[in-house]
């Protein structure tokens, strides 16, 4: 597995600023200015699931580190739930509802995958030796 240096070597949040990037270029749409509640909330939850991996790499046990995975995984959860309102009010497309909701899937998948890895794990640290 690769060694983890930084918060910049996670793939989860990696994947959890693409999808943030997603987002907000679609939420800047004609079609979000009307809904501004929903834009606000779908913001909201994609930098959620994006900080919330940086919160956790930055405390100090694996402990901490998994309850704030959990989480981010939430948050990409309620991603695809206000992804799934913006389609049934036609502010977005199906592709890209679909697009959209890939990526908070994987998301989903790699912070899942990281908190298995630490629940298996022998490091303890903040700066983790190896990432999943």
């Known amino acids: 597995m690769p060694t ?4 910049e070597d996670i ?9 943030n990037r997603e987002v907000y270029r679609i939420t800047r749409g004609e079609s979000f200015a009307r ?4 834009r ?16 956790g790499y930055e405390r100090d046990g694996n ?6 995975l959990y989480i981010a995984k939430g948050s990409a959860g309620e991603v695809r739930a206000q992804l799934y309102a913006a389609l049934d009010v036609e502010y ?8 959209i909701t890939t990526l908070a899937l994987d998301t989903t998948r790699l912070v899942q995958g990281f908190i ?13 030796a190896e990432d999943a």
């Open 4 to 7: 983890i240096r930084r918060l």
């Open 40 to 55: 606000d909330q779908i913001r909201r939850a994609t930098i959620s699931a994006m900080s919330n991996i940086a919160e």
């Open 63 to 68: 402990a901490e580190f998994r309850q704030f």
């Open 35 to 38: 809904g501004f509640a929903l």
């Open 116 to 128: 298995r890895y630490l629940d298996q794990s022998d490091l303890k640290g903040r700066k983790f």
């Open 92 to 99: 977005i497309d199906q592709e890209t509802f679909e697009r």
């Open 11 to 19: 793939e989860a949040w990696k994947k959890a600023r693409e999808l």
